[in-house]
């Protein structure tokens, strides 16, 4: 089915990228000229979208353009920040004051708004209004780790269209069924992921891994379930995926055929990696030469999981990158590139969960 499609990009060229993925899986087609279409990005915390902690202000502007070039311009950029933090110091942290007045899109600090109770499988929960009385809804998260959840991405995003008041309760619940719950009656019509340099391991950034990969999907559970693979994890190790599911939100499957990439990383110019401080440390053992961003951010994700589950770091050689191409190595090698290692991670970029598996029976 057309819907259990997720498409990739890799590059340098967000806004770019964002745009050629909603060609590829014709978005326009999807929405009428005058439907209200609301972009809820990921805004937890005042930091730059380079902290690994918010969506870069050019997948907003990838978006808006798209719509605009096909007359949809009935378009707003709502949102509402973590409890403690200001929504509009927020909006000017990751430049989307500036995107908004740009193209005429105003902002809507969802702090603001009023409320709606909509009963879901744990009973009413309260959502903004704007969210819910809009026409085409699209979530753009980032794809981070997490401290409490262990990973967000398209399902817990939404937590940003509920009052304070409904956040903390939240949290009083345990975060994993009310956000399940959430999934159930709000349900953006599209998702796209940031997934340039989420943060390792916290939702308010701090150790970002450059990863240079936007994904496209219209499931968010499905969506959240490719993610964990991407990050090392199973979904068994959040929740509220799984939860989400039960209470129909979406389906966990991921066929073969599902993602479709339009793009390879070794054809997007995103070689050299830069990485965090805390991602060096990790890659102490990696002999990395002209990687893809993608491909190195998988291994570090892998890395960091193999630690975590061993209490170690990983010593043993390995090899990631394109100049490893037909090179002999005594090691594991990351990735197509790496067809002379004893041991290759087959992929382009193997995911996370695919190099962890391999690092854990070593």
């Avoid at 509220?240 to 499957?253: K, N, P, R, T, V």
């Avoid at 190595?329 to 962890?356: H, M, T």
């Amino acid at each position: 089915m057309e819907n259990r499609k997720i498409y990739v990009s890799y590059g340098k060229n967000y806004s770019a990228m964002v745009t050629a993925l909603m060609e590829k899986a014709d978005i326009a087609s999807r929405i009428s000229q005058d439907a209200k279409v609301a972009l809820k990005p990921n805004l937890v915390v005042s930091k730059s979208p380079e902290s690994g902690a918010t969506t870069h202000a050019e997948i907003l502007e990838g978006v808006i353009c798209y719509l605009q070039q096909h007359d949809i311009r009935n378009i707003k950029i709502i949102e509402g920040a973590w409890v403690g933090d200001s929504t509009v110091r927020g909006f000017a942290a990751c430049g989307y004051d500036k995107i908004g007045e740009k193209y005429g899109v105003p902002l809507m600090d969802l702090k603001k708004d009023k409320t709606t109770d909509v009963n879901t499988p744990i009973g009413p929960i309260a959502i903004c209004n704007t969210a819910l009385e809009t026409d085409y809804l699209i979530n753009l998260p980032v794809l981070k780790g997490h401290c409490q959840t262990v990973m967000t991405c398209a399902l817990k995003n939404c937590k940003g269209c509920l009052p304070d008041r409904e956040k903390r309760r939240f949290h009083a619940l345990g975060l994993m069924k009310p956000i399940a719950a959430l999934a159930s009656a709000l349900k953006p019509a599209l998702t796209i992921v940031d997934n340039i340099c989420g943060d390792l391991n916290f939702e308010e950034g701090g150790t970002p891994v450059q990863s240079d990969r936007i994904m496209l999907g219209f499931d968010p559970v499905q969506i959240d379930a490719y993610g964990c693979s991407l990050m090392g994890l199973d979904t068994d190790e959040v929740p509220y995926i799984q939860l989400a599911e039960q209470f129909g939100a979406g389906s966990i499957s991921i066929d073969p055929g599902d993602i479709i990439e339009i793009n390879r990383p070794a054809d997007s110019g995103n070689a050299e990696p830069h990485t965090s401080r805390l991602a060096k440390q990790l890659a102490g053992q990696v002999d990395q030469r002209s990687a893809c961003s993608s491909c190195f951010a998988n291994l570090i994700r892998a890395l960091y999981r193999y630690s975590e589950n061993t209490g170690k770091a990983y010593r043993k050689p390995v090899a990631i990158g394109q100049e490893f191409k037909d090179t002999p190595f005594n090691g594991i090698g990351i990735g197509r590139c790496c067809n002379g290692a004893a041991k290759q991670v087959q992929g382009c970029p193997p995911s996370a969960d695919k190099i962890l598996e391999i690092l854990m029976n070593q």
